[in-house]
């Protein structure tokens, strides 16, 4: 059962007070931010506010007046960060050095939601700026892919405290999770053309070089990168797990006597810039084959008469047209026709559709040529991004990151209430708890692509008659506007939560 409350003259679901609650101006943990000892993450739906501990202000200090740092801002490729006076932190229950207030990222995204060209991007970028800094002196104390984040399609990284001075003759630490988050996963696209997702989905690390190595086997090991960055890599790993193994029990059994005895690997600031390039020439050498899919074409494959089309994308910009949005989700988005309409008329679009290819087009085409405010992402509304990770609250659900003003869509009910067989009345439950406006399209059991759906299916989906679905709408929405399109097998409506 769905929780409901009454905030002032209107019902509202329990996540929805959350948010109101967040907005109320009181500094929140962000329960995603822990790993790191150093710094902790805060959110009052307004400011990003990071704590920090006494050795990382220090960092902070120093790295500030870098000319590195402040170039890769000013490129907007690190988050704009300034110092905040404690006195503008409110009451927030935890005690920090110093506190850092951030750029506010339009819409939090994770990895597992990237198409391929934005993962290559982001890992792109992350070389890019530890190359930058190993020349300057410092380094980056890890490589989560976590730590980048999206303005569009530009790649922010957002992790200002992983940044620390380099200690002559100490290794770049995060090779090994570089390889797991971001190199791993594009070579298992590029050479094998498994999707990375759902192993990203499934485990917050990344993929490890074990799994990498068995999958990339074969000839496959002598493709660019992956006999040393994966096939020795794994190899290494597996011999100095065991040597850990064996340096622990030494230290048990013989004591601190030992510790001299241990080799410790040492690079020069020479090295790592060696081992960047030779991993910054290998992402850019990855590529994807650009293989057919069923939606991934739907912008010239769809079966509208030019008129038809003319009526719907007339229909979508009168809506849009109505008032600016700050944020507008676009479901079921295929190559973006509706989402740049709606850009026209809005802070920023939210672009989600299940068809890979169809996401990496709009990906592609919006880093070319704009707009600047839309951004793809690749989730199957069937089985939509859920809370996960420590706790369940470490990386969250699509529908609480953030409430829509409108939300689009359009030819995608057919396919969850057919393809994934979740009843209608289900689907407008779910669209209604966001309390946001929707332009909805039907599309009807005769029309040609409901029928190819239902082929070598038995005809369960009676809540798609026309009749039926109006009724279920009409209980949870006001329909302020709708229109036929294609004779009748479909037809569009502007909707107004109830």
Not at 87 to 92: G, N, P, Q, T, Y
Not at 388 to 404: D, V
Not at 415 to 427: D, G, Q, R, S, W
Request: charged share 25%; with cysteine; aromatic share 10%.
């Amino acid at each position: 059962m769905v929780e409901r409350l009454i905030i002032g003259d209107r019902t509202a679901t329990a996540d929805t007070v959350r948010m109101e609650l967040h907005r109320s101006g009181q500094l929140q943990r962000d329960a995603g931010s822990f790993r790191d000892r150093n710094n902790r993450v805060f959110d009052d739906g307004t400011r990003i506010v990071r704590g920090i501990s006494e050795a990382a202000f220090e960092n902070w200090l120093l790295v500030s007046r870098e000319p590195f740092f402040s170039d890769l801002v000013a490129e907007g490729k690190l988050v704009a960060t300034d110092l905040l006076d404690g006195s503008e932190v409110a009451d927030i229950g935890e005690s920090w050095h110093a506190y850092l207030v951030h750029d506010r990222i339009p819409f939090v995204t994770y990895p597992y939601e990237w198409p391929f060209g934005m993962l290559k991007d982001a890992a792109r970028l992350y070389l890019e700026i530890l190359q930058r800094a190993v020349a300057a002196g410092w380094t980056m104390k890890d490589a989560s892919a976590y730590n980048v984040q999206w303005v569009g399609a530009r790649p922010v990284f957002i992790d200002i405290p992983s940044l620390e001075p380099h200690r002559p003759g100490t290794p770049w630490v995060g090779y090994r999770q570089f390889c797991m988050m971001f190199l791993n996963p594009l070579m298992l696209q590029a050479y094998r053309g498994i999707d990375y997702r759902p192993f990203l989905r499934g485990s917050l690390e990344g993929i490890d070089p074990q799994t990498a190595s068995r999958i990339l086997s074969g000839l496959a090991r002598f493709r660019k990168g992956v006999l040393g960055h994966v096939f020795l890599h794994s190899r290494m790993d597996r011999k100095y797990a065991d040597k850990d193994l064996d340096h622990a029990k030494s230290l048990t059994e013989n004591g601190e006597k030992n510790v001299a005895r241990n080799t410790i690997f040492t690079q020069s600031s020479a090295m790592i810039l060696g081992t960047i390039d030779g991993l910054r020439r290998t992402v850019e050498k990855l590529e994807i084959a650009d293989i057919r899919t069923t939606w991934g074409s739907y912008d010239t494959d769809h079966s509208y008469s030019e008129v038809a089309l003319a009526a719907k994308k007339a229909f979508v910009e009168n809506c849009v047209r109505l008032r600016r949005r700050r944020m507008v989700w676009d479901l079921g988005c295929n190559t973006g026709v509706f989402s740049r309409i709606a850009a026209g008329n809005a802070d920023y679009v939210v672009a989600v559709d299940g068809d890979n290819k169809a996401v990496e087009r709009l990906y592609r085409e919006i880093k070319q040529s704009g707009p600047s405010n839309i951004l793809p992402l690749v989730i199957d509304l069937g089985n939509a991004s859920p809370d996960q990770g420590w706790r369940g609250r470490e990386r969250k659900a699509l529908e609480r990151r953030g409430r829509p003003d409108l939300i689009l869509c359009l030819a995608l009910i057919h396919h969850l209430v057919i393809t994934a067989n979740i009843p209608v009345a289900e689907f407008v439950d779910w669209l209604r708890e966001f309390d946001s406006e929707v332009v909805l399209e039907w599309v009807g059991p005769k029309d040609d692509l409901t029928q190819m759906l239902l082929r070598n299916r038995v005809n369960q989906y009676a809540d798609l008659a026309a009749d039926k679905f109006e009724k279920t709408i009409a209980e949870r929405f006001r329909i302020a506007a709708a229109e036929d399109l294609k004779g009748g097998s479909r037809k569009v409506y502007h909707l107004l939560p109830r």
